[in-house]
């Protein structure tokens, strides 16, 4: 059955930075992309970024640009995502998710990051 | 404009059919796909390129798209069908994916 696991819940002190990891299981990660999406409380969802299956290209929404940084491991098929300059707006579950190549519909979903922003 | 419309809420009683309705500029030329979000939990794909459904998905889950608007229709609702639901499409460019503001379905 194919899984994304990720890491545990992180908080933080605003101006922080944060990596969270998606770790494949049951599958090979470097055929899919994989996308991070995040849930604020009371918003919708929001999709920050996508990483291409060999590592070597990553995409990112524009509002997470220049703060937001993804990356895989594939010898361990793991994959981050690094935000940096943490603000308490930033207070979300974040999630991972696979994608394809031809379509933007994700699959597979881990089962969230919760990460607090707090001084 | 780079977005999509839903309404915020929709309530049926058991038994009955609920339509969530999502807009989009550019959806004639692009895929949509839908989300169930229970609180708590990690979004499922119920719906996916627009009318089909994923293994374990049941059948009373249905889409439609017609121009610009998109549809899923949830025949005979039941309890468990309570949730948050997401239509996501991509960009006008096509280069990024695209959620909107997410559906609230409450059985009453």
């Known amino acids: 059955q194919v899984q994304l696991v990720q890491s545990g819940p992180e908080v933080k002190k605003p101006g922080a930075s944060v990596k969270v990891s998606c770790k494949p299981s049951?599958?090979?990660?470097?055929?899919?992309?994989i996308n991070w999406v995040r849930h604020a409380p009371g918003q919708g969802l929001e999709w920050m970024g996508v990483i291409n299956p060999s590592g070597d290209f990553a995409t990112y929404g524009q509002k997470f640009q220049g703060r937001v940084t993804m990356t895989r491991d594939t010898s361990t098929g793991t994959v981050y995502m690094e935000i940096y300059s943490l603000r308490s707006q930033d207070t979300a579950v974040y999630y991972c998710?696979?994608?394809?190549?031809?379509?933007?519909?994700?699959?597979?979903w881990g089962q969230g990051t919760t990460v607090t922003v707090s001084s | 404009s780079d977005e999509l419309t839903q309404p915020p809420s929709v309530s049926v009683s058991p038994g009955q059919t609920a339509r969530i309705t999502c807009s989009g500029d550019a959806l004639p030329k692009e895929y949509v796909y839908w989300y169930q979000k229970k609180a708590g939990q990690a979004p499922v794909m119920v719906i996916y390129?627009?009318?089909k459904r994923p293994s374990g998905i049941p059948e009373r889950l249905s889409g439609s798209k017609t121009g610009t608007t998109v549809t899923l229709t949830i025949s005979g609702v039941q309890a468990e069908d309570e949730a948050d639901y997401y239509c996501?499409?991509?960009?006008?460019?096509?280069?990024?994916?695209?959620f909107g503001g997410g559906t609230k379905l409450t059985v009453l």
């Open positions: 049951g599958h090979t990660v470097t055929n899919y992309y």
């Open positions: 390129k627009d009318t």
């Open positions: 998710a696979r994608g394809e190549a031809d379509s933007w519909g994700m699959d597979v």
């Open positions: 996501q499409s991509a960009d006008s460019s096509g280069t990024s994916p695209l």
